[in-house]
């Protein structure tokens, strides 16, 4: 059976057909079906972007459409930026002026508790659903390291490598990151129920 990923971002689809390429799915995305439509993100939690998302590209393709929506929730800045992480310190700033933002809001604090949250919903054009979501545990960094990665990735430390995030391999990302637990327990779920 035929998938399509829902979102448009290059880095968010490496990480899933990395993480998704072992099971035998076959997975397109929305530029191979030539959709080209824009969700807006008006959910009040990741779960319900994430609906709103692979609902969207499910009708629009005719196929069981991926979806995901993730975000940083930072413990000192009560949960922010979370389902805003996106658009945190308003529109167009790049990922580097968003970290920078961020540090910022940060420069005083000593707890830096965060962590990234997905959580992954697939939608079927029956009507039914599958969902998932993981989260990686870490802290703020006081500033930007290494060069991989994507979004916060260069201010978040992973505590069980020592390391940013951007300063992970691909392999060592997807193994401890939000993303792929998420994407692990929903490819679970997804061979027992298909």
Same mark, same amino acid.
Request: with cysteine; proline share 4%.
């Given at each position: 059976?035929?998938?399509?990923?829902?979102?448009?971002? +290059?880095?968010?689809?490496?990480?899933?057909?990395?993480?998704?390429?072992?099971?035998?799915?076959?997975?397109?995305?929305? /530029?191979?079906?030539?959709?080209d439509i824009d969700v807006e993100e008006t959910g /009040?939690?990741?779960?319900?972007?994430?609906?709103?998302?692979?609902?969207?590209?499910?009708?629009?393709?005719?196929?069981?459409?991926?979806?995901?929506?993730?975000?940083?929730?930072?413990?000192?800045? /009560?949960g922010a930026p979370g389902v805003y992480s996106s658009?945190?310190?308003? /529109?167009?700033?790049?990922?580097?002026?968003?970290?920078?933002?961020?540090?910022?809001?940060?420069?005083?604090? @000593?707890?830096?508790?965060?962590? *990234?949250?997905?959580?992954?919903?697939?939608?079927? +054009?029956?009507?039914?659903?599958?969902?998932?979501?993981? @989260?990686?545990?870490?802290?703020?960094?006081?500033? +930007?390291?290494? @060069?991989?990665? *994507?979004?916060?990735?260069?201010? *978040?430390?992973?505590?069980?490598?020592?390391?940013?995030?951007? @300063?992970?391999? +691909?392999?060592?990302?997807?193994?401890?990151?939000?993303?792929?637990?998420?994407?692990?327990? *929903?490819?679970?779920?997804?061979?027992?129920?298909?």
């Amino acid at each position: 059976m035929k998938y399509v990923l829902a979102t448009a971002n +290059p880095g968010k689809i490496t990480e899933m057909r990395d993480i998704l390429s072992g099971l035998g799915i076959d997975l397109a995305t929305r /530029d191979d079906l030539g959709i080209d439509i824009d969700v807006e993100e008006t959910g /009040d939690t990741f779960y319900d972007n994430a609906l709103l998302k692979a609902k969207a590209i499910c009708e629009a393709s005719g196929l069981p459409a991926i979806a995901d929506d993730s975000g940083l929730i930072v413990e000192a800045l /009560d949960g922010a930026p979370g389902v805003y992480s996106s658009s945190y310190g308003g /529109d167009g700033l790049s990922n580097s002026e968003r970290c920078w933002y961020l540090l910022g809001k940060m420069s005083n604090m @000593e707890h830096r508790g965060a962590k *990234f949250v997905c959580t992954i919903v697939c939608a079927f +054009p029956d009507g039914s659903l599958l969902s998932a979501s993981g @989260e990686c545990r870490g802290e703020i960094l006081t500033a +930007p390291r290494g @060069e991989g990665g *994507f979004g916060y990735d260069p201010i *978040f430390l992973v505590n069980s490598f020592g390391k940013s995030m951007a @300063e992970l391999s +691909p392999s060592e990302k997807n193994s401890v990151s939000h993303r792929g637990a998420a994407l692990r327990e *929903f490819a679970a779920m997804l061979e027992s129920a298909y």
